[in-house]
């Protein structure tokens, strides 16, 4: 099968609607984040679980997309993570794949897995682009590695390690529950159905 | 006058080419240009009342990124002579030198996309990309989660009010806030995952799968390429100049 046939298999109708569903809770979900004042991005929770329930490709359509609307509505440099947001749909995708959200040690694995992957991608954005300082309270860690000695992609580096693994680990662990508490007659209605039910 | 997307889009890479490429003293004067065109001139004015507050927003970033950026850097990257000393902290020359080129690179690119998209319906460009091949599943995800993002601020907030009256604990201690999160999310996807459902039904009913021709999206616009191929033109100069100076040094 061609990547074109593969993509095409997972855009089939009724991932299209879902899909969309992912991109507007990427964009959303930092309203419930804010109104409940929990200390975490959980931006990537919509490509993660269209990753897990229809496929890698959706996903990586899903945290594209996301980006690009996150940038068309105010927010120009989320445009800039678009390698990262590729990473974390397919990696989730693969990881959904070989039955890694069949349970929840192996989630808190993969989570941890990608959230190192996601601070390998993210750095040199971040430290080319931004000089390190994405204006957020991740910035703070920054600073202290580099008043450390390291420099500015190390130090970014560094802080990648130290939050995005939380964070990744916390939106697996989300996704892993929403997932098991939805009804077995939704579930199966999408591709990736055999991915999360044994 | 007029410009097309593809006029706009060449104006955003000329805007990328000098951000990458010209030092930072050059790129200034690019960003009030910028400013300027986006107040004055049609083809750049923001279309939506909501496209005009991203600028207001952008600008309150803008000016704390430079703060932020130049401050910071002035301290931390000491290298160079101190170029002026605020109380005891010493700033040097190097880091912001650095801290500014940063800046300005990062505000320059940004505000291109800013402008550029503050200036163009989203369902415009959706559509100009699938004029150019773009499958027509992607220019429906565009258009339906544009859909979803008017619905989900306003449900998120009936499903918060919902679960705040049932008890759901949203001001207690962090570990509770966070079981409330896992409260207010479980409903908002699981009507929207219906909501999907039953959206992608319809569509494959409506034989969506099998229409997959794009010929009724090629109506480009009647424009002339005038604009294109300056922007264009002007970027590949500034390449090349760019280019020489490199080998020459």
Same mark, same amino acid.
């Given at each position: 099968?061609t990547?074109?046939?593969k993509v095409?298999?997972e855009?089939?109708?009724?991932?299209?609607?879902?899909i969309?569903?992912?991109?507007?809770?990427?964009?959303?979900?930092?309203q419930?984040?804010?109104?409940?004042?929990?200390?975490?991005?959980?931006d990537?929770?919509?490509?993660?679980?269209?990753?897990?329930?229809?496929g890698?490709?959706?996903?990586?359509?899903?945290?594209s997309?996301a980006?690009?609307m996150?940038a068309?509505?105010?927010?120009?440099?989320?445009?800039?993570?678009?390698?990262?947001?590729i990473?974390i749909?397919?990696?989730t995708?693969?990881?959904a794949n070989?039955?890694?959200?069949k349970?929840?040690?192996?989630?808190?694995?993969?989570?941890i897995?990608?959230?190192i992957l996601?601070?390998?991608?993210?750095?040199p954005?971040?430290?080319?682009?931004?000089?390190?300082?994405?204006?957020?309270?991740?910035?703070a860690?920054v600073?202290?590695f580099?008043?450390?000695?390291?420099n500015i992609?190390?130090?970014?580096?560094?802080?990648?390690?130290?939050?995005?693994?939380?964070?990744?680990?916390?939106?697996?662990l989300?996704?892993?529950?929403?997932?098991?508490?939805?009804?077995l007659?939704?579930v199966?209605?999408?591709?990736g159905?055999?991915n999360?039910v044994? | 006058?007029?410009?097309?997307?593809?006029?706009k889009?060449?104006?955003v890479?000329?805007?990328w080419?000098c951000?990458?490429?010209?030092p930072w003293?050059?790129?200034?004067p690019?960003?009030?240009l910028?400013?300027?065109?986006?107040?004055?001139?049609?083809?750049?004015?923001p279309?939506?009342?909501?496209a005009?507050?991203?600028?207001?927003?952008f600008?309150?970033?803008?000016?704390?990124?430079?703060?932020?950026?130049?401050?910071?850097?002035?301290?931390?990257l000491?290298?160079g002579p101190?170029r002026?000393r605020?109380?005891?902290?010493d700033?040097?020359?190097?880091?912001?030198?650095?801290?500014?080129?940063?800046?300005?690179?990062l505000i320059l690119?940004?505000l291109?996309?800013?402008?550029?998209?503050?200036?163009?319906?989203?369902q415009?460009f959706?559509?100009y !990309?699938?004029?150019?091949g773009?499958?027509?599943?992607?220019?429906?995800i565009?258009?339906l989660?544009?859909f979803f993002?008017?619905?989900l @601020?306003?449900?998120?907030?009936?499903?918060f009010t919902?679960q705040?009256a049932?008890?759901?604990?949203?001001?207690?201690?962090?570990?509770a806030?966070?079981?409330?999160?896992?409260?207010?999310?479980s @409903? !908002?996807? !699981?009507?929207?995952?219906?909501?999907?459902?039953?959206?992608?039904?319809a569509?494959?009913?409506?034989g969506?799968?099998l229409l997959?021709?794009?010929?009724?999206?090629?109506?480009d616009q009647?424009t002339?390429?005038v604009?294109?191929f300056?922007?264009l033109?002007?970027s590949?100069i500034?390449?090349?100049?760019s280019?020489?100076?490199?080998?020459?040094?």
């Amino acid at each position: 099968m061609t990547l074109r046939e593969k993509v095409r298999t997972e855009l089939s109708g009724s991932a299209i609607p879902f899909i969309a569903f992912g991109i507007a809770l990427n964009l959303t979900v930092g309203q419930i984040t804010i109104a409940l004042k929990i200390p975490l991005y959980l931006d990537s929770i919509g490509t993660i679980l269209v990753a897990v329930l229809v496929g890698p490709y959706a996903g990586i359509i899903t945290g594209s997309f996301a980006n690009l609307m996150a940038a068309a509505f105010g927010n120009p440099t989320m445009m800039f993570f678009i390698p990262v947001v590729i990473v974390i749909g397919a990696f989730t995708g693969f990881l959904a794949n070989i039955g890694w959200f069949k349970r929840w040690y192996l989630c808190v694995l993969g989570g941890i897995l990608q959230g190192i992957l996601a601070a390998i991608v993210s750095a040199p954005i971040s430290s080319y682009l931004f000089g390190g300082t994405m204006m957020a309270g991740t910035d703070a860690l920054v600073y202290f590695f580099r008043a450390m000695g390291n420099n500015i992609l190390t130090s970014v580096f560094y802080q990648g390690l130290t939050s995005d693994p939380v964070d990744k680990t916390v939106s697996y662990l989300i996704v892993f529950f929403l997932v098991k508490n939805l009804p077995l007659r939704l579930v199966s209605k999408f591709k990736g159905a055999s991915n999360v039910v044994s | 006058m007029r410009l097309a997307i593809p006029d706009k889009l060449s104006f955003v890479l000329l805007a990328w080419t000098c951000a990458f490429l010209l030092p930072w003293q050059f790129n200034i004067p690019f960003i009030v240009l910028l400013v300027l065109l986006a107040f004055t001139f049609n083809p750049f004015k923001p279309v939506t009342a909501s496209a005009r507050t991203y600028f207001s927003r952008f600008t309150i970033y803008a000016i704390l990124l430079v703060f932020v950026l130049v401050g910071v850097n002035g301290l931390l990257l000491r290298e160079g002579p101190v170029r002026f000393r605020f109380i005891v902290l010493d700033f040097y020359d190097a880091g912001l030198t650095y801290g500014l080129t940063v800046s300005v690179r990062l505000i320059l690119l940004s505000l291109s996309v800013l402008v550029f998209f503050a200036s163009t319906h989203f369902q415009d460009f959706a559509k100009y !990309l699938q004029s150019l091949g773009l499958p027509r599943s992607f220019v429906s995800i565009i258009l339906l989660s544009m859909f979803f993002l008017e619905q989900l @601020p306003h449900r998120i907030t009936q499903v918060f009010t919902a679960q705040e009256a049932r008890g759901a604990p949203v001001r207690a201690g962090i570990v509770a806030r966070s079981r409330a999160f896992f409260l207010i999310l479980s @409903p !908002l996807v !699981l009507s929207s995952i219906v909501e999907s459902v039953e959206r992608g039904v319809a569509l494959e009913l409506r034989g969506y799968h099998l229409l997959r021709t794009n010929k009724d999206i090629r109506q480009d616009q009647p424009t002339s390429r005038v604009w294109r191929f300056a922007f264009l033109t002007l970027s590949s100069i500034i390449i090349i100049l760019s280019v020489i100076h490199w080998l020459s040094n």
